[in-house]
């Protein structure tokens, strides 16, 4: 769907404390996760505007927040379970 909100709480509202607590004390957990949600944003507005940019761009940005997705997830399981 266009324009679905992906922000880190979104996709994983079971770990929001976990989240909270990781931006606070983890800075390098902080500056994924803020470069994850203005990415996730960047690309809602490239679809809500019907993408004016190339294929190639806008499979790169989803790419690049998946790769950051599948780090923080991972992280999180790891904090998670400390």
């Keep these: 769907m266009l324009g ?4 880190l709480l979104s996709e994983f509202p079971e770990f929001k404390s976990t989240i909270e607590k990781l ?3 983890d800075t390098g957990f902080a500056k994924d ?5 203005e990415l996730d944003k960047t ?19 989803k ?3 998946a790769v950051l997705k599948d780090s923080l997830y991972q ?3 790891k904090a998670s379970k400390s």
């Design 4 to 7: 679905e909100d992906h922000s």
């Design 23 to 25: 931006v606070e004390i």
């Design 33 to 37: 996760t803020s470069q994850y949600n």
């Design 43 to 61: 690309i809602r507005q490239l679809e809500l505007r019907g993408s004016p940019i190339s294929d190639d761009e806008m499979h790169q940005k």
């Design 63 to 65: 790419h690049d927040r």
């Design 75 to 77: 992280r999180l399981l």
